[in-house]
């Protein structure tokens, strides 16, 4: 009897054996997977964008009169100095050279002008003995007026006769002055091409109008050129400030004063502020044909110049504006979260298995989102659930080698 009962009991305890060694061989295996604990923090919403330096002022040095500019004595990158540095000479247009025909018809304008001088000089002449007439017969008139012997009538007369001839005289004498200028036009107009250089006074000099250095130039070389022609661009590199390309629809978001990041210049981050957002957008054809409405951000730099003294005109650089920032909010990490019919999920390890958790998500800056409900702070999420980790499946935690 004794020896049937530990024979038993040493069956029993074989099944049992049995029994775990297959539960251990067939059941599920515990699924590796990342973890990452909840905590509260920062978290920033930013608009991010490429963009680029542009000096605050440029001044465009453009050629005061037509003429010939000569070859610029300056080049792009040196500096100048407001009303000292010469940054242009124009040499005043000389006269056209006559082809044949305009020749004739300056040779014949000359001839008529001094004809009329010719006329002007006898109308002047004939003039002057009608007034000298005239002048006469006044002296005559007073010296009988006052004998008695002429009535006040006949010496009112000759006042009257002298006046008219002394204006007909006066207009002869201006009539011969315009005749004189008709010759003079004439013969300017004949007059063959001067040229003025060697001496030193040739050209109109053009100062700088700004201290800075020359940022661009139109054409170094000498050249014709017309009044308002632009020769070159002057501007103070150290007086920099961005502006980024955003769509309309993202600047809406963002405010005058908000705080930014510049990035990828060269350098290390450096900080900027938003100045104002342009208020008239344009239309933009994207690469894939979408026409798209955008917007000029400008913005200050609020790092030390001595920080950014790489940067110049046109540079291209990276910033990061500021839309809303809080400094205490419960932070899950994007890649721990999903979406199901409108709905964010996650996987919570909840004694080593997956508890799928509904959540409310705020805002987001691309890595993090703010929770808002749903979850508490500690607790352990999965990071980029696998399609094998399902309601209740086994985890554990990854080992990292």
């Known amino acids: 009897m004794t020896l049937s009962l530990r024979t038993v009991g040493l069956s029993a305890l074989g099944l049992a054996i049995v029994a775990g060694l297959v539960s251990t061989a067939f059941g599920d295996d515990p699924v590796a997977v990342d973890m990452a604990r909840l905590t509260r923090g920062d978290l920033s919403v930013t608009v991010n964008a490429e963009g680029k330096t542009r000096i605050r002022d440029i001044y465009e040095v453009s050629a005061p009169i037509s003429g010939t500019v000569q070859r610029l004595p300056v080049a792009v990158g040196d500096v100048v100095v407001a009303g000292e540095t010469m940054v242009a000479q124009v040499e005043p247009a000389t006269a056209p050279l006559l082809d044949a025909r305009s020749r004739a018809q300056a040779e014949a304008a000359l001839h008529e002008a001094e004809a009329s001088v010719e006329y002007a000089k006898a109308e002047q002449a004939r003039t002057q003995a009608a007034e000298t007439y005239a002048q006469a017969q006044m002296d005559r008139a007073e010296a009988l007026a006052k004998s008695g012997t002429a009535s006040l009538t006949h010496l009112e007369d000759a006042a009257q006769r002298l006046a008219l001839a002394q204006a007909v005289h006066a207009s002869a004498k201006a009539r011969l002055s315009m005749s004189e200028a008709a010759v003079e036009r004439a013969k300017a107009a004949l007059a063959e091409p001067e040229l003025h250089r060697g001496n030193g006074k040739c050209c109109l000099p053009i100062l700088s109008p700004a201290d800075g250095v020359v940022v661009a130039i139109n054409g170094s070389s000498e050249r014709p050129v017309q009044a308002g022609a632009p020769l070159l661009s002057v501007g103070d590199p150290r007086d920099l400030e961005l502006v980024v390309d955003l769509l309309s629809s993202e600047a809406t978001r963002l405010v005058a004063g ?13 900080d900027a502020e938003l100045k ?20 000029d951000a400008v913005l200050d730099f609020v790092s030390d110049p001595q920080d950014w003294t790489g940067l110049g005109e046109a540079f291209a650089v990276y910033v990061r504006i500021e839309e809303w920032h809080s400094k205490d909010v419960l932070l899950i990490p994007l890649s721990a979260v999903f979406q199901r019919d409108g709905q964010w999920l996650t996987y919570v390890n909840d004694a080593g298995k997956a508890r799928e958790t509904a959540i409310d998500l705020g805002r987001r800056d691309g890595r993090h989102a703010e929770v808002l409900s749903g979850i508490e702070a500690g607790a352990e999420v999965i990071m980029h659930p696998p399609d094998s980790v399902l309601e209740g499946t086994l985890i554990t935690l990854r080992v990292q080698s």
């Open 258 to 270: 908000a705080p930014a990041s510049v990035e990828r210049w060269g350098g290390a981050a450096l």
């Open 276 to 295: 104002l957002i342009e208020p008239a957008a344009r239309t933009v054809v994207s690469a894939l044909g979408i026409e798209e409405q955008r917007v």
